[in-house]
């Protein structure tokens, strides 16, 4: 009886290579892969530990029957290898598992990847939907873990995978120039595409990382004037003009401008250093109280960047307080707060008359409704020398820094606004030329030809 007993506690410890392997086992880090088995946990249930614990138990427990109570040894033994064998498989099933989640990933083969190395993961969604209406398989690959956990979050119903891009992708679209992009670029085979999150003159959209990249994808002739200005070299080969899918559902303006028109506020987030700031935030308060005073309906629609600024925040719930006052005063359908950040963009667009902005990539979409644009010049006191350096102001009425001109430009804005017939120009400058009356379909083509 002794020697079944010590025969079913070795058959019981026996495990332990099993069991150690299951502990280890980890999945590659992917979400909403089809055929994926979505009871796999980024773990195993519990560690290595516990099978170890239970085996000391079982030892102890076993030794000593055979020694102080040789009927009980043999029942020991096999409640032993009972709880080490529940743990064990527990492990195997989960390491199973594991493989389960390698198999459905090796077999997924998308042919598009979205890279992603920002930190909001909100720029992937600016161009997602129209990879989607190309029902070519595609994922989004993130940088680190967390980045993985962030954008899982984001995007639920989105394949998803972390690490290195796919064998099978033949062509990857950044819609943030992160530096680390680079690790992406160097460690696959595809076609390397740089998108950005938007076209603005901001110093970023003309910066010489976008010759890493094997095609620059651009909104239209003014990206293209804007890389040669700053003396960036970008080879005509390299360049392609795409347009801006986003502004697909953008409806023009009406040709007389309401007595009590609607003014979209979207400031840009408020940079750091003031030194570099291209921000109106530090003076929101007084823009939107000289909108309030022309008994404007105001939507108020900060950035979804830059929330670390305290100065920055507490002029945001200043304005959104001035709001609210009005609100219960005139009753004003004014819009503020998460409401207004997280109202789709487009929506925000059409219901307004006009949009008092900074130096931002939501400036040249709003040129696509041809409606009256006002633009704050963060750095200069002179709205010429502001227009000279951003070419968007051109098409624009301009606060200077003192705010000096505030007045005249949102009379002229809101009144009888003489840059009117200039302002469809301009749009066809930025957004593609008379192309952008189909503002998806270049984008679409090219995710099309890379994907094939």
């Known amino acids: ?98 493989d389960e989640v390698r198999a459905a990933a090796d077999a997924f083969e998308p042919r598009i990847a979205m890279p992603y190395a920002g930190k909001v993961g909100i720029h992937i969604g600016m161009w997602s939907p129209w990879i989607e209406r190309t029902g070519i398989p595609w994922v989004i690959v993130a940088r680190t873990p967390a980045l993985f956990d962030q954008l899982a979050a984001m995007y639920p119903g989105t394949p998803i995978v972390q690490g290195a891009i796919p064998a099978s992708v033949t062509g990857a679209f950044y819609s943030h ?24 003159d901001k110093p970023l959209s003309a910066s010489e990382r976008v010759l890493r990249y094997d095609i620059v994808a651009v909104a239209g002739q003014a990206a293209i004037d804007r890389f040669a200005t700053a003396g960036l070299d970008v080879p005509a080969e390299k360049i392609r003009v795409i347009g801006r899918p986003q502004t697909e559902g953008i409806h023009t303006g009406a040709k007389r401008m309401p007595q009590q028109p609607t003014v979209l506020y979207a400031p840009t987030w408020r940079h750091a250093d003031d030194s570099l700031n291209v921000s109106s935030l530090a003076v929101a308060d007084q823009i939107v109280q000289a909108l309030l005073d022309r008994g404007c309906t105001v939507h108020f629609r900060r950035h979804f960047a830059g929330q670390n600024h305290a100065e920055a925040e507490s002029m945001i719930a200043r304005v959104n307080e001035m709001l609210m006052a009005d609100y219960e005063q005139t009753k004003r359908p004014h819009w503020w707060g998460v409401e207004a950040m997280e109202r789709p963009l487009i929506e925000a667009f059409n219901d307004v008359d006009a949009m ?36 968007t102001a051109r098409a624009a009425y301009v606060i200077d820094r003192d705010l000096t001109h505030l007045d005249a430009a949102l009379d002229a804005a809101l009144g009888k606004d003489p840059l009117a017939p200039a302002r469809s120009q301009y749009a066809d400058y930025y957004l593609g030329g008379p192309d952008r009356a189909e503002p998806a379909r270049r984008f679409i083509e090219l995710v099309e030809e890379l994907g094939s």
């Open 177 to 200: 120039g992160a530096e680390s992009n680079v690790e992406f670029i160097d460690g696959s085979p595809a076609t390397h595409v740089f998108l950005g999150h938007g076209d603005s």
């Open 1 to 98: 009886m002794l020697i079944v007993s010590a025969v079913v506690l070795v058959l019981g410890l026996a495990t332990a290579p099993l069991a150690r392997a299951g502990a280890v086992a980890r999945p590659p880090r992917v979400a909403n892969i089809p055929g994926q088995p979505v009871w796999v946990r980024a773990t195993p249930p519990f560690r290595f530990r516990v099978w170890a614990i239970a085996a000391a138990v079982a030892t102890v427990l076993t030794v000593g029957c055979m020694l102080f109570a040789p009927a009980f040894a043999l029942a020991a033994a096999f409640l032993g290898l009972a709880v080490l064998g529940m743990i064990t498989a527990i492990f195997r099933r989960y390491a199973n598992g594991c």
């Open 356 to 391: 008092v902005s900074d130096i931002s990539g939501i400036v040249v979409d709003f040129m696509a409704s041809t409606k009256p644009l006002v633009m704050y010049a963060a750095q200069f006191t002179d709205p010429d020398a502001f227009r000279a350096a951003h070419p």
